[in-house]
């Protein structure tokens, strides 16, 4: 396919989603679960991809995103509640001199300043995220397979200890979380955001830093024969894709207006890895349509299975509360069973891969059409 078709289709798709968006921002009322559901899933796709950065194209089992995302999302609301907020916000513990005045301090910066705000609490949440990272990893990364995963799962865990620990009261509030924290002011904002941090993870990987990370992922000792660094290219990857998932924590703090430590708990982190192995480890296409996916089937398309169902007087048994759950795992299992590479694979989509499909299923259906009439 010529490169001037590629574009003029691409050009469409991002006029077409653009104009999705536009109409749901302005029908946010009478749409409100598509826009809810659109929100979290492209904020998961930011952390998914970032994990698949460092699983699927660098073979780092990590499990620590939980943790990352909780770093950036406290950094960020931080940043972002109101100063005429703060003993509202902290009203049983109090809050720590240092954090009132650099309050007081961002309230006297510039009005572009302010209203960059959001921008560097994000940016900020990363960089703290990216040096808990560069820290951990001088031991953590000499680690291999399983021990990595245990290793980065509990500091996850510590960091929600941490956060939650009445030493920390006056700093992230303990487990009263912290609250009315400055959210998106559009879902164009956070499609934009997500946009600049995948694209930029898309263009790492195909570097030749990104041809690093996959030569380690395959083969550790030749990757070293041909005098790969390993250790510098792990915690290069380690430390972006920490980045990236606070980014997104960063962003959930801001959708959701309110955290504490439980809303990251090991369940998202395994969610997280849900959505990387559903889509397939090594796509990042992948990893962007089954986080879309996915949050759309747990927060919306199974939601009846909740509800009690009635065929006149009869009651359907297991329609209750918790029975989307049990539909959902039964449809991930379907999933794994028959696409055990996930959704994509290691394949991204292309136009060059979407007309060799329409065309397989068109040359399919004239055969089917062909042996009928025969």
């Not at 009263?176 to 997500?194: C, D, H, N, R, T």
């Not at 083969?219 to 290069?236: T, V």
């Not at 918790?322 to 039964?330: E, K, N, P, Q, Y």
Request: net charge positive; proline share 2%.
């Amino acid at each position: 396919m010529k490169t001037s078709k590629k574009l003029i289709y691409s050009l469409i798709l991002a006029v077409v989603v653009l104009a999705l968006l536009f109409f749901l921002e302005a029908n946010k009322a009478k749409y409100g679960m598509a826009y809810t559901v659109l929100t979290k899933g492209i904020i998961l796709a930011v952390v998914a991809v970032s994990m698949n950065l460092v699983t699927g194209f660098t073979g780092l089992f990590s499990l620590g995103q939980a943790g990352f995302m909780a770093i950036g999302a406290y950094v960020t609301a931080i940043f972002l509640i109101p100063l005429n907020s703060i003993e509202e916000v902290y009203y049983i513990s109090g809050v720590s001199p240092a954090i009132l005045t650099f309050k007081a301090w961002l309230e006297s910066t510039p009005i572009w300043f302010q209203a960059m705000l959001p921008y560097i609490a994000l940016i900020a949440g990363g960089l703290v995220a990216a040096l808990f990272a560069a820290l951990i990893g001088i031991p953590v990364l000499r680690l291999k397979s399983d021990y990595l995963a245990i290793a980065t799962l509990g500091f996850s865990e510590i960091m929600r200890a941490i956060i939650s620990s009445p030493q920390m009261d006056t700093i992230t509030n303990g487990s009263y979380g912290l609250k009315k924290i400055q959210g998106f002011s559009s879902l164009i904002q956070v499609f934009l955001i997500a946009a600049i941090c995948i694209t930029f993870m898309i263009f790492l990987i195909r570097s030749t830093y990104g041809r690093a990370f996959k030569a380690i992922r395959e083969d550790e000792i030749a990757a070293e024969a041909m005098g790969i660094n390993l250790f510098k290219h792990k915690s290069l990857s380690f430390i972006i894709g920490s980045f990236f998932a606070a980014v997104s924590g960063g962003m959930l703090a801001m959708f959701m207006r309110s955290i504490d430590a439980k809303t990251f708990t090991v369940a998202l982190t395994y969610d997280i890895l849900l959505i990387v192995v559903v889509g397939g480890i090594g796509s990042i296409t992948g990893s962007i349509l089954s986080s879309l996916l996915v949050t759309a089937s747990k927060e919306w398309w199974l939601r009846f299975f909740d509800s009690p169902l009635y065929i006149g007087s009869f009651q359907v048994p297991l329609f209750k509360t918790g029975f989307r759950m049990v539909i959902f795992s039964v449809v991930l299992l379907l999933i794994v069973l028959f696409y055990q590479r996930g959704l994509m694979g290691r394949n991204e989509f292309t136009w060059e891969g979407l007309a060799r499909a329409f065309n397989k299923l068109k040359s399919k259906s004239s055969n089917k059409g062909g042996s009928k009439i025969a």
